[in-house]
């Protein structure tokens, strides 16, 4: 399985939503996975440093702030959550929710 460490992206469920995990710089970033344009997954999409294109209309969004990249004012922005690192494992949560989502204990590294 490939891990955050090797650049690969990690999909956690948070329901009612799945998040896109990834190390930038060395720092774990989080945002919806479900592009919200039409809803292809992020996570299959390919990556070119800190910037992830959908794999269904190739629209560019920032892994550190989901900010739509290109092209610009096409659809919104992506849902931005906070992600830690805590041992082998990586956790997300929203600051609006107490909710927790982590990948299964040593998967993401
Ligand atoms: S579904 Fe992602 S750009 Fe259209």
């Known amino acids: 399985m490939a891990s955050l460490a090797d650049g690969a992206f990690v999909v956690l469920a948070y329901p009612p939503r799945d998040v896109l995990v990834a190390l930038v710089d060395g720092a774990p970033v ?21 910037v992830v294109a959908c794999p269904l209309h190739k629209y560019r969004f920032s892994l ?4 739509l990249l290109s092209p610009r004012r096409a659809c919104a922005h992506q849902r931005c959550f906070h992600a830690v690192v805590l041992g082998p494992a990586v956790h997300v949560y929203d600051t609006f929710s107490l909710d927790v989502a982590h990948s299964p204990l040593g998967k993401a590294f």
């Open 30 to 50: 989080a945002i919806e996975d479900a592009c919200n344009h039409a809803g292809a997954s992020l996570g299959t999409g390919p990556r070119d440093g800190d």
């Open 64 to 67: 550190r702030s989901g900010e």
